[in-house]
C-alpha cells in the first residue's frame, strides 16, 4: 500500500478494530485506472473480514474515557458514587467525584517501592469496605522498602486508612511482616472484603514455587484476617495445626492476582498461573490446595493438578490450555449484571495485561463451576475492572479510566 493513501478512523466506541466506511476508503484514494479499483474491492472485503463484517461491537456497548491516569492499577467504588484509584508507581490513592471530577489533592500516600512497571512491584491492590458509610476504611496493598543494600528488597504490606471528607487518616498496618524478597516476580497479589466481613489477601510464591505447598509461609497463600486488627480469622482451617501461619485460608497458589466473590452466591472465584501455557480460573475453598500439573516443565496437560482442579482456562487466540506461551495474565475479576447489559449477561469479567482483552467467561451449572461462553467485550484493558454503584462496568490499561455504556436499542 505504499502508493496509496491508507485512512485510519478512530472511534471512542470499543476498539475491537479500526473502522473505515467504503465512502472514506473511496475518497482516500485518488483514481488509478482500473487497478484502484480493484484494490479498492480487496480491501473492503479485507476490512469486512477483520472486522467481523459488522459483528465489531457484538454487545451493544459504548466505550467512554472518564480521566486521563498515571497506571491505575486498582480501583474501588464508594456507595455514593466516588471513584478511588491506585497509581501503581507514584503510590498516590486518587478520588473522582461522582459527577467524573478528578480531585487535585490525593487522597492518601504510600511509600511503595516499585522497578519501572512490574505488576508485582508497588502498589497493586485497592479495596473499600462493604460497610464503607460507617467505617470508611480504604485498604492498600503495596510493596515497601526492605532493604535498599543490593540486591534491593522489598516487603508486601496491607495498609487501612479511614476516609474523612475525601482524606485518607489514621494509617494502620493490618499486614507487615510477609516476608521480604528480591524476586520481581509473584510478589503480592489482590485484597478484598468477603461476604463474611474477613479481608481476603493473596500473595505469591516469590518465584519459589516450593514455599506454595509450604504451611508455614505465607507465600503462595490465600490470606483470610481480621480487617480491624489483621489478626487470623478464628475458623480458618489451619488455626490450631503446629506451625502453619493461622492466617492461610488456601494455598498452592504462583500469582494469584485477583480474585471475587459472586454477588448472589458469595463464592470466591480466583486466577493463578502456571507457568507459560495454563492461566487458571479456580473456586477457592476452604483449606484446598492448588498445586501445579504433574510432569516436567513446560506442562502439556493443565489438568494433572494434585490439588483441587480449575474450572476453566482462559487462553490465547487459537491456543489450547497447556501449549507453549498460552498464558494471557489475568490482572483482574469482576462481576457484571445482566440487567445493566443484557447482551453480556449475568457474567464474570476479565481482563488481562498481556492481550490487554477485557472478556466475559458466562457460568452455568448449579454452582456456577462451569464456563460455557468465553467472549472478547473489548482490547483495551490491562490494568482492572470495577463496578458502579449503579452496575455499570469501568476499567482501566496504563493511561486511562473508560467505562462501557449500554447503547439503547
Given amino acids: 500500500m505504499t502508493k496509496y493513501d491508507r485512512v485510519i478512523i478512530e472511534s471512542e466506541g470499543p476498539p475491537h478494530c479500526a473502522l ?42 459504548d466505550s467512554q474515557v472518564l480521566t486521563t491516569a498515571d497506571r491505575p492499577i486498582a480501583m474501588a467504588f464508594a456507595p455514593d458514587g466516588r471513584l478511588f484509584y491506585a497509581e501503581q508507581l507514584t503510590g498516590n490513592i486518587r478520588v473522582i467525584s461522582p459527577e467524573g471530577e478528578l480531585h487535585d489533592e490525593p487522597f492518601a500516600h504510600v511509600d511503595a517501592f516499585e522497578a519501572g512497571t512490574f505488576l508485582e512491584w508497588g502498589v497493586t491492590a485497592l479495596a473499600l469496605d462493604p460497610d464503607f458509610d460507617t467505617k470508611h476504611y480504604v485498604y492498600v496493598y503495596f510493596t515497601e522498602l526492605a532493604d535498599q543494600d543490593p540486591p534491593v528488597e522489598v516487603r508486601p504490606v496491607v495498609v ?13 498496618v493490618l499486614i507487615g511482616d510477609l516476608p521480604a524478597t528480591s524476586s520481581f516476580y509473584n510478589v503480592t497479589g ?32 490465600m490470606l483470610r484476617v481480621n480487617k480491624e486488627t489483621g489478626a487470623a480469622a478464628p475458623d480458618n482451617p489451619f488455626i490450631d495445626q503446629p506451625d502453619a501461619d493461622p492466617r492461610i485460608f488456601a494455598y498452592g497458589f504462583r500469582e494469584d492476582f485477583d480474585f471475587a466473590f459472586h454477588p448472589e452466591s458469595g463464592r470466591l472465584y480466583g486466577s493463578d498461573r502456571t507457568p507459560v501455557s495454563c492461566e487458571e480460573l479456580n473456586l477457592i475453598g476452604m483449606g484446598a490446595y492448588y498445586g501445579w500439573p504433574a510432569g516436567e516443565f513446560p506442562f502439556a496437560d493443565c489438568q494433572t493438578d494434585e490439588g483441587t482442579k ?55 451449572g448449579t454452582d456456577l463451576d ?33 467505562r462501557l455504556i449500554p447503547i439503547s436499542e
Avoid: W
Avoid at 30 to 49: E, M, Q, R, Y
Avoid at 160 to 172: M, S
Fill in 20 to 61: 473505515a466506511s467504503r465512502s472514506a476508503i473511496l475518497q482516500s484514494m485518488k483514481p488509478k485506472a482500473a487497478i484502484t479499483a480493484t484494490l479498492s474491492v480487496l480491501l473492503l472485503l479485507f476490512l469486512a473480514s477483520a472486522c467481523g463484517d459488522g459483528e465489531e461491537n457484538p454487545f451493544n456497548m
Fill in 160 to 172: 487501612r486508612f479511614t476516609e474523612r471528607e475525601n482524606v485518607g487518616v489514621q494509617p494502620k
Fill in 190 to 221: 489482590s485484597l478484598n472484603v468477603g461476604p463474611d466481613g474477613f479481608l481476603y489477601v493473596s500473595v505469591g510464591d516469590y518465584d519459589r514455587p516450593e514455599l506454595a505447598k509450604d504451611l508455614s509461609t505465607a507465600q503462595g497463600k
Fill in 310 to 364: 480449575a474450572i476453566h482456562f482462559v487462553n490465547r487466540e487459537d491456543m489450547q490450555p497447556g501449549e507453549f506461551l498460552n498464558y494471557v495474565s489475568i490482572s483482574a475479576l469482576d462481576f457484571a449484571s445482566g440487567d445493566v447489559y443484557p447482551l453480556v449477561g449475568d457474567s464474570l469479567l476479565v481482563c488481562e495485561s498481556e492481550t490487554n482483552y477485557m472478556r466475559r467467561l458466562l457460568l452455568s
Fill in 370 to 402: 462451569q464456563v460455557t461462553d468465553d467472549d472478547v467485550v473489548v482490547k483495551d484493558c490491562d490494568m482492572d475492572i470495577a463496578i458502579s454503584p449503579d452496575g455499570l462496568v469501568y476499567y482501566s490499561n496504563e493511561t486511562e479510566i473508560r
